[in-house]
């Protein structure tokens, strides 16, 4: 699915990812931990497009394809889609016309889709303005929802959610990357779980997110570095433990 070869990003000349090496499967869900400030938003960002983000060594492969200098909408059309952390409010663009954009050439009942994220009354309004930490999130994922992206990107898809705002999230998250699909007579649910193509790379602090998905993998990027490759919740209980200092152990 994508594949960061050596990847270097620098920002107004400084660098901030130093030789990214990372590959996600078709239906893989990898977890990003690291401290603030480590790079993993750049990380995101830099794979979606988005920003003046310098890759001065290294590409990103999307289904076999360099996609490292193409703009943000192609890679969009070609199947990666983000959830930022803060997305911008945008005047005089209502929620309905992005659902639509995202929606490209695909026919779908936004009203439907809207209702699923309890957004149905969100839809005339401009985009993310004056919407609250939760309805920002829910507004993203019903973009997902109309885009059906192969590669999910989520930036902090707990930041700024209560506790039942989560649940939906969490259950959102898991069906766009899991899809919907009930084992029935010619397949079970263990075919059904190898024929999905999604996949996610998903920032998190907390790790609420992983009471909702099956996490295939974990990574720690560490002031640009990426290390560590295991199961995200020993990852995060590691982290718990012991903090992020012990992440320079195994860098050095
Ligand atoms: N537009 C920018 N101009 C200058 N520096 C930037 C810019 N964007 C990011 N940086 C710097 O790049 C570094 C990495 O930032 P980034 O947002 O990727 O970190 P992060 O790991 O996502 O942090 P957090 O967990 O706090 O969200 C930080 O030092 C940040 O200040």
Same mark, same amino acid.
């Given at each position: 699915?994508? #594949?960061?070869? @050596?990847?270097?990003?620098?920002?107004?000349?400084?660098?901030?990812?130093?030789?990214?090496?990372?590959?996600?499967?078709?239906?893989?869900? +990898? %977890?990003?931990?690291?401290?603030? =400030?480590? =790079?993993?938003?750049?990380?995101?960002?830099?794979?979606?497009?988005?920003? @003046?983000?310098? +890759?001065? !060594? $290294?590409?990103?492969?999307? *289904? $076999?394809?360099?996609? #490292? @200098?193409?703009?943000?909408?192609?890679?969009?059309?070609?199947?990666? $889609?983000?959830?930022?952390?803060?997305?911008?409010?945008?005047?005089?663009?209502?929620?309905?016309?992005?659902?639509?954009?995202?929606? =490209?050439?695909?026919?779908?009942?936004?009203?439907?889709?809207?209702?699923?994220?309890?957004?149905? #009354?969100?839809? *005339?309004?401009?985009?993310?303005?004056?919407?609250? =930490?939760?309805?920002?999130?829910?507004?993203? %994922?019903?973009?997902?929802?109309?885009?059906?992206?192969?590669? &999910?990107?989520?930036? !902090?898809?707990?930041? $700024?959610?209560?506790?039942?705002?989560?649940?939906? /999230?969490?259950?959102?998250?898991?069906? &766009?990357?899991?899809?919907?699909?009930?084992? *029935?007579?010619?397949?079970?649910?263990?075919?059904?779980?190898? !024929?999905?193509?999604?996949?996610?790379? /998903?920032?998190?602090?907390?790790?609420?997110?992983?009471?909702? /998905?099956?996490?295939?993998?974990?990574? +720690?990027?560490?002031?640009?570095?990426?290390?560590?490759? *295991? @199961?995200?919740?020993?990852?995060?209980?590691?982290?718990?433990?012991?903090?992020?200092?012990?992440?320079?152990?195994? &860098?050095?």
């Amino acid at each position: 699915m994508i #594949t960061l070869e @050596n990847l270097h990003v620098s920002i107004q000349g400084n660098p901030v990812l130093e030789g990214i090496n990372l590959s996600i499967d078709d239906g893989e869900t +990898v %977890i990003l931990f690291g401290p603030n =400030g480590s =790079g993993k938003t750049t990380l995101l960002y830099t794979i979606m497009g988005i920003g @003046n983000y310098d +890759v001065t !060594e $290294g590409r990103i492969l999307f *289904d $076999g394809e360099d996609i #490292t @200098n193409l703009p943000v909408h192609k890679r969009a059309r070609k199947g990666i $889609g983000m959830s930022m952390q803060r997305p911008p409010s945008i005047h005089g663009l209502k929620t309905r016309g992005l659902v639509k954009m995202c929606a =490209g050439e695909r026919k779908i009942d936004i009203d439907t889709l809207a209702k699923k994220v309890n957004l149905e #009354t969100f839809l *005339d309004r401009d985009i993310n303005l004056g919407f609250s =930490g939760g309805e920002i999130k829910r507004s993203e %994922i019903l973009q997902l929802m109309a885009q059906q992206p192969d590669l &999910l990107l989520f930036d !902090e898809p707990e930041s $700024g959610v209560d506790v039942e705002n989560m649940d939906l /999230i969490g259950n959102m998250i898991r069906e &766009l990357l899991e899809g919907t699909s009930e084992p *029935d007579a010619e397949h079970t649910m263990h075919e059904l779980m190898h !024929e999905r193509k999604t996949s996610g790379l /998903i920032i998190t602090h907390t790790g609420y997110i992983l009471d909702y /998905i099956a996490a295939d993998r974990g990574h +720690v990027l560490y002031d640009g570095h990426l290390c560590c490759a *295991d @199961n995200p919740k020993r990852i995060l209980d590691h982290l718990k433990k012991y903090g992020y200092k012990e992440c320079i152990r195994c &860098l050095s």
